[in-house]
């Protein structure tokens, strides 16, 4: 088919929400249009789209809805025409889309580890007894609890700025962030260091962009595709698997990754009791076109070894 182009009369919209990481990824994506099309920056239009996620900062996550608080008047937008793609962090994303959307285009992924943010210290050893942690994963709660039951968790809601203000005024000790987002705002001036996966396993899909459109419109389909990471998305197909069989969500703290080694995907997976007092783990290893059915399968041995009760939390 031949691709018709956006242009300055009819750019093509993408919507995003309005934090400056959100910001930077609609930026990224619209830079890597522009390359793959010889497009000038007026071609596309970012929509800044105000989101419930945002727009509550006073409670946790899992108190208002969980995780389609970051996409449901994105997707209404997206659905209704106003804007022609969506620009999301995936680890925000329900695994399932609207009926009437797709997403099947993801931008080459970020560092996936986690951030241990401290202007004096460089990990959790160091925390003196009972010290205050500021995080609003429930993941990474359950995590620093497992390894540090002594530890005070409080809620730390809010973008990576707002968070980074209340470390500063002392609301809490350290805090954690992803690194991609550290990385995509040049955030070289932050107290940073990085958090090895085998200590601490990343949410899924951490550091991946993706990008969802109308599954009927071909045009942008075809835009996209040349802009799509194939490794991305097939380490996000066996986690993304892993997160939709145990029925992941904002109340659950899961944690999985997968990587590649030429030919094979590894695959990692972790659950959490939310007070970080059981914790179960598993890994798959297979060819990378099993990947999907590498995360259910892991997913139904870890549901397997935790029982009922182990999820009886809500």
């Known amino acids: 088919m031949t691709v018709r182009l956006p242009n300055s009369t009819a750019p093509l919209k993408i919507g995003t929400r309005g934090s400056p990481l959100a910001l ?24 800044i ?11 946790p ?50 560092d996936v580890r986690d951030a241990f943010i401290s202007p004096t210290l460089t990990g959790i050893t160091g925390l003196a007894q009972g010290a205050v942690v500021g995080t609003s994963s429930l993941r990474r709660r359950a995590q620093l609890l497992h390894k540090r039951p002594d530890l005070q968790v409080v809620e730390f809601r809010g973008n990576v700025q707002t968070r980074l203000k209340k470390l500063a005024d002392g ?36 550091g991946a962009i993706g990008i969802e459109r ?26 993304r698997r892993f997160l939709l069989t145990l029925d992941g969500s904002c109340e659950t703290p899961i ?38 059915e590498m995360g259910e399968d892991l997913a139904k041995e870890l549901l397997k070894r935790a029982g009922p009760s182990f999820f009886d939390w809500h």
């Open 61 to 110: 996550l899992k108190d208002i809805g969980g995780k389609g608080l970051f996409t449901r008047e994105i997707e209404e937008d997206l659905l209704s025409g106003k804007i022609d793609i969506a620009v999301h962090s995936m680890k925000d994303m329900p695994t399932i889309q609207p009926e009437g959307l797709i997403l099947d285009t993801y931008l080459p992924r970020e």
């Open 214 to 239: 109308r599954l009927d419109d071909s045009n942008t389909a075809a835009l996209l595709a040349a802009i799509h990471d194939t490794e991305t998305g097939q380490r996000l197909a066996a986690e």
């Open 255 to 292: 944690a999985g990754l997968a990587t590649l080694d030429g030919s094979v995907l590894h695959l990692a997976g972790e659950v959490l009791r939310p007070d970080g007092s059981d914790a179960l783990s598993a890994k798959r290893t297979g060819p990378i076109e099993d990947g999907a």
């Open 171 to 206: 609301v809490a000790e350290c805090t954690f962030l992803a690194c991609a987002g550290l990385n995509r705002l040049a955030m070289d001036e932050v107290p940073a260091t990085p958090v090895a996966t085998d200590d601490m396993l990343p949410a899924v899909a951490q």
């Open 49 to 59: 789209i105000k989101v419930t996620g945002d727009a509550i900062q006073d409670r």
């Open 24 to 47: 930077a990824q609609a930026y990224e994506t619209r830079a890597r249009l522009g390359v793959a099309f010889n497009l000038p920056e007026d071609a596309f239009e970012i929509v």
